[in-house]
């Protein structure tokens, strides 16, 4: 088979892959960039597999002009800077020694024992730069069928790196065929290891739960992982049975499906922005405030998160008209200002007349005038 069209002339890679193939060095694509190419969906992150040295790889492609950053050199890996775009070129690699976390390797010259050690079938696929695929294991006919499927014994995979348990997940909620259903014996094998998610660090399992809650609908991936135990490891007191109907709402955001599920996010080792949008799209999802209000005061991304997530947890419609109230407190404008209440007021009297008034004006609908609020 051979990807159609002119698939990598965009990302600025003929020239790394001639400088390659000069010096006598196999360049192969290997992973998400052929997987998304032969699904049509976007291609980001390019990675190539050479059975050349990081030394090798780095002389041949600084002799072709190109940047060379020797990002994981130890483990055979080079970042070349082809055209502005980011290529990460790796050593043919097996493995030695695993421990559930890391992986020790040893360089190899086989395609065959690069693609064994890598997690799914439809990630073992790798393409010459004239689009031509090269399937080593067979993994083919599991992404045309959008089948996600560890690569050999599941349980195997997965004590090599608990992570994958929730990369298998994740990539179901991307690319799998909800109609098929997990995998039965991918499915059965998290289970049966999911305790060992508490071996990963919480920035691990944090940054793959976002990627996992950023797919248009993560629902069925999610109530696979309640139901098998695995959510409860990696998110524990998390609860998910709103996340479908939020889903069905239009509720896109990440963060607002993390808040809406719950659980302690407190420990995912997430951003100060994004822990602190969470934190608050869940404290205000139990209050009273209105679309408008809640505009107002925290902008329209959290109203929409907290109007939604109150519907889908609650189980009812949202209000009426919510959408024109969001605008029309994002467009409302205090009319009062610390100056007008000063020099009678100072300090805290000052500020406790102003939080005060700007209650009495969102209470009134921001209906009341500035003359209103100093009468």
Request: with cysteine; net charge negative.
């Amino acid at each position: 088979m051979k990807i159609g069209g002119a698939w990598l002339d965009h990302l600025g890679t003929q020239g790394l892959c001639k400088a390659l193939a000069e010096g006598g060095a196999m360049a192969l694509f290997v992973g998400g960039c052929v997987r998304n190419a032969l699904m049509g969906v976007e291609v980001n992150d390019i990675d190539i597999a050479t059975d050349a040295r990081p030394e090798t790889v780095t002389n041949l492609a600084e002799r072709a002009g190109f940047k060379v950053v020797p990002t994981g050199f130890d483990h055979g890996t080079v970042t070349v800077i082809a055209k502005g775009v980011a290529h990460e070129v790796t050593t043919l690699r097996r493995d030695v020694e695993t421990d559930g976390r890391h992986a020790v390797v040893a360089f190899s010259t086989s395609v065959n024992e690069d693609a064994a050690r890598r997690d799914f079938t439809m990630n073992a696929l790798y393409a010459q730069a004239d689009g031509t695929v090269v399937d080593p294991l067979g993994g083919l006919p599991d992404l045309l069928a959008r089948r996600v499927r560890f690569v050999g014994n599941a349980e195997q995979r997965i004590t090599e790196d608990y992570l994958r348990i929730l990369r298998f997940f994740r990539f179901f909620a991307w690319y799998g065929d909800p109609a098929q259903g997990l995998d039965a014996e991918g499915l059965a094998a998290c289970a049966a290891h999911s305790a060992g998610l508490e071996t990963l660090s919480r920035e691990r399992v944090g940054a793959e739960l976002k990627k996992l809650f950023s797919a248009t609908d993560p629902s069925m991936a999610v109530a696979s992982m309640a139901q098998t135990g695995v959510l409860a490891a990696a998110l524990p007191g998390a609860d998910a049975r709103a996340l479908p109907i939020l889903v069905h709402l239009g509720g896109r955001d990440w963060l607002a499906r993390l808040a809406v599920i719950g659980g302690d996010f407190d420990s995912l080792r997430l951003s100060c922005a994004d822990l602190a949008q969470v934190r608050l799209i869940r404290a205000e999802l139990a209050t009273m405030r209105g679309a408008a209000e809640l505009a107002y005061r925290f902008g329209a991304a959290v109203a929409e998160a907290v109007i939604l997530g109150r519907s889908a947890m609650l189980e009812t419609d949202p209000p009426p008209n919510w959408r024109t109230e969001v605008q029309r407190g994002i467009d409302a404008v205090f009319p009062v200002a610390a100056a007008d209440l000063m020099p009678r007021l100072q300090g805290k009297a000052l500020g406790d007349a102003l939080r005060d008034a700007e209650q009495r004006w969102i209470d009134s609908g921001f209906a009341l005038t500035k003359a209103d609020l100093l009468g």
